[in-house]
């Protein structure tokens, strides 16, 4: 029981910290690259103590796998700056529900790494989260912002898939932490030219929020979140992990009065539905914890948005 809790605790807290991290791209004034690439300075530092801290190992196991990790780390930037520029071209709603329709993404692209087709009940999730979409989409205009986030916000749907899938494939031996650190590593290596020039021009407050973003609405969470898949079975997780939508909504009408209309509220619940839906039946054959005490590197689930 007291697993249990511990678990329900840790999948809790690391969604409501994931849902404030959106806010991050409206109260820090700088470019989604310069935000991303700052951010995970900080993220890599904090990771890196807390495994030296574990006395683990920092090197991985083979040459091969920090090409995998270079890779991983390519989708991962891709995917922090196309979600933090969406909800800084539109609102974190738009930007966070547009995100979570990235279940339903995975559930078509995965299908084509092991020459298979998509079932029945995935192709009815497909159109319902483009009825969600379209219900999100103001006009069909490339002009307006909320179109451009939408846009730029399954784009990066799109590229969390693909990290997921890769990672599931080639680096699912590696605990949760490692894997976020080379990431991170090669996600700061990857945007240093363009975001190496701003580092003199960061204001004091703007270093604080940078610092935390990157320790604890990053490494802190991420934490977190690889902690409660080692007490709670995968499908528990994963649909605890779709209220991060929940949370990012109401915090952002709270703290940046970004107040959803109707029918953002509506396309949001059903591209969420779809989500949870899809998140549900992918794991629903997924062994408990207790009889895969490894879970932390190998679960599905164990890929948060954020």
Avoid at 59 to 78: E, M, P, S, V, W
Avoid at 258 to 263: A, I, R, T
């Amino acid at each position: 029981m007291n697993s249990h809790r511990e678990g329900l605790l840790s999948v809790h807290t690391s969604v409501l910290i994931f849902g404030l991290t959106a806010l991050f791209s409206k109260l820090i004034s700088l470019s989604a690259i310069e935000i991303t690439f700052l951010r995970s300075i900080f993220a890599v530092l904090a990771i890196a103590i807390f495994i030296k801290f574990l006395k683990e190992s920092l090197l991985l196991k083979r040459t091969n796998d920090y090409f995998i990790a270079l890779l991983l780390g390519f989708f991962l930037a891709t995917h922090w700056v196309t979600y933090f520029h969406s909800m800084q071209v539109s609102s974190v709603a738009i930007g966070i529900i547009s995100l979570y329709s990235y279940p339903v993404i995975t559930v078509f692209l995965e299908p084509l790494f092991h020459g298979e087709q998509p079932h029945i009940k995935d192709i009815i999730s497909a159109i319902a989260v483009l009825f969600g979409i379209y219900l999100l989409v103001p006009e069909l205009s490339i002009d307006n912002n909320t179109t451009q986030g939408i846009l730029w916000g399954v784009l990066s749907a799109f590229l969390f898939s693909l990290r997921n899938i890769i990672h599931r494939r080639h680096f699912k031996a590696y605990p949760a932490r490692h894997a976020l650190l080379y990431q991170g590593l090669f996600v700061i290596l990857l945007l240093l030219p363009f975001s190496a020039d701003i580092i003199t021009e960061v204001s004091q407050q703007q270093w604080l929020m940078l610092i935390l973003l990157g320790v604890f609405f990053t490494a802190l969470p991420h934490t977190l979140f690889a902690n409660s898949l080692l007490h709670l079975k995968a499908k528990t997780v994963g649909l605890i992990g779709c209220m991060q939508v929940v949370y990012g909504t109401l915090f952002a009408a709270v703290f940046l009065a970004e107040l959803p209309d109707w029918k953002t509220v509506a396309g949001g619940l059903i591209v969420i539905s779809a989500a949870g839906y899809e998140t549900l039946s992918t794991v629903k054959q997924t062994p408990s914890p207790e009889t895969h005490p490894s879970s932390e590197s190998q679960d599905p689930t164990n890929h948060q948005p954020e």
